[in-house]
């Protein structure tokens, strides 16, 4: 279907009623679609159908009918999290129904160029991070996807002078055919979400797609340090820019000086310096000044660079909104000091990588709240960061029982699993309390779950509001 010119009078399914979902319904309508909507929650758990139902759309709750996708259906728009396994989206691809995501629909309409920013970790910090800058450097950003405003809502309001920031999922980019970023921008690359994806190769073919359709035109900004992303340079067509943290970039790109070695401090200065494609260097930034903790998040400050500095933004105007930013609430936000003990909220590290990230970023010794959603991982990536970071274990969620083995494992003697079959919430005050217990003036509680959070809570923003609250009352 050539997007949006053979909308009218189409027949299009939007599947799931997410706040994305009922964003693209709207548009399709407006565009003359005749759109239905299906959601197999139940009615009363769907407050946005009547509204959608008062525009005139369809709305089909409380499961998949039978029929509800037939040859006259051209288009099927599913919302990222359904799997391609669910029957009407198995019954699309029988009949040979393109099938898409929100993405797809709005790349189509978007007037402005757009940044699609992807990773295993970092996508959200990184693509706030943009924004900041390139409201500094005045370059017009609008901020959506992942990140809050559905990307159709946002794409019908921008104009050739904005940039449109996005951030991106392997969900979204998956169910892609034509998207193509104006500035690509891949983070790094962990094994995680195989629960959807299946295998780790079809997790990367589904990053990958962020490249597959750019010409020479555009620009791909990769992780030179991270080795999946270097495996995909062959099939780039876009021109490079790369970042890297370890190595001196000979090329255009961006880079610590001097570089770091892996897993030695060894207290040099360093500065976070451009190399444009003339060979000239520009420093832009002295790396202590940058506010946010870690090297990862050195990481998502060469990333945002490389993207600013590809969309025109002058080097000099990159340093203040790189001290000034503060970070992103659940990734690694600092919440408040008891009794001489600091309190982390790191509920956004939903896989072992980001939790090794944030532990890696913490000098002080560590109380670790994990645990959460089984997905078949056996957690072991942990056990070198246990050794040499924490201090005590906490485990909750399905995965206790695998958190508590890798600390056992690890040589760690105060691992406490916490009972988390009751209510939730209460689950994770009985874990922050025993934490408060295990740790003494000058240690850190860090909430790090290293797994997703939808066996006790709604969402990680739920999981991470809670251990908020309950830390500001001890």
Not at 284 to 311: H, K, T, Y
Request: charged share 20%; with cysteine.
């Amino acid at each position: 279907m050539n997007h949006p010119e053979e909308y009218r009078g189409q027949q299009v399914v939007v599947l799931g009623l997410a706040k994305s979902g009922v964003q693209v319904a709207k548009t399709l309508h407006r565009h003359g679609a005749i759109v239905t909507v299906n959601d197999r929650k139940e009615r009363q758990q769907c407050p946005e159908a009547s509204e959608l139902e008062a525009l005139g759309i369809s709305v089909v709750c409380g499961g998949h009918p039978e029929g509800l996708i037939h040859p006259e259906v051209q288009l099927v728009v599913k919302n990222p999290g359904i799997p391609y396994s669910a029957p009407p989206v198995a019954k699309a691809l029988e009949l040979g129904i393109e099938i898409v995501t929100e993405v797809e629909v709005a790349y189509h309409l978007c007037r402005a160029p757009i940044i699609g920013i992807t990773g295993s970790n970092g996508k959200t910090t990184t693509t706030t991070w943009v924004g900041k800058i390139f409201e500094a450097a005045g370059l017009n950003p609008i901020v959506a996807g992942n990140i809050g405003t559905p990307l159709c809502e946002a794409a019908e309001h921008a104009e050739p002078h904005n940039w449109m920031v996005v951030e991106l999922s392997s969900f979204q980019l998956k169910g892609t055919q034509e998207f193509s970023p104006k500035i690509s921008c891949l983070l790094n690359i962990a094994e995680t979400h195989l629960d959807y994806h299946g295998t780790l190769e079809d997790y990367i073919s589904s990053k990958a797609k962020l490249f597959a359709c750019q010409s020479e035109s555009d620009t791909a900004v990769i992780n030179w340090d991270d080795p999946v992303c270097r495996q995909l340079v062959p099939y780039i067509k876009a021109r490079l820019m790369p970042f890297s943290m370890t190595e001196e970039l000979q090329s255009e790109g961006v880079f610590v000086q001097p570089s770091f070695i892996p897993d030695v401090e060894d207290g040099l200065k360093r500065t976070l310096v451009y190399r444009n494609a003339l060979g000239q260097l520009h420093t832009i930034v002295e790396v202590d000044e940058i506010a946010l903790p870690g090297r990862f998040n050195l990481e998502n400050a060469l990333a945002a660079i490389a993207v600013s500095l590809a969309a025109g933004a002058a080097p000099e105007a990159l340093a203040e909104p790189l001290r000034s930013f503060r970070g992103v609430e659940h990734r690694l936000e600092y919440v408040d000091v008891k009794e001489g003990v600091t309190y982390y909220n790191n509920s956004k590290a939903t896989n072992s990588k980001a939790t090794t990230m944030a532990l890696g970023a913490i000098s002080a010794p560590i109380v670790l709240i994990a645990g959460g959603l089984d997905r078949g991982s056996d957690y072991m990536e942990l056990l070198p960061v246990f050794k040499d970071r924490v201090k005590a274990v906490v485990a909750i969620g399905e995965t206790k029982e695998k958190i508590g083995h890798v600390a056992t494992l690890a040589g760690l003697t105060d691992i406490k699993l916490v009972d988390t079959r009751d209510n939730a919430a209460e689950s994770l005050r009985s874990a922050i309390i025993e934490a408060a217990r295990l740790a003494k003036a000058g240690d850190v509680v860090l909430l790090s779950p290293a797994c997703a959070s939808w066996d006790m809570f709604a969402s990680y923003e739920e999981r991470g509001r809670i251990f908020k609250e309950v830390v500001h009352t001890l």
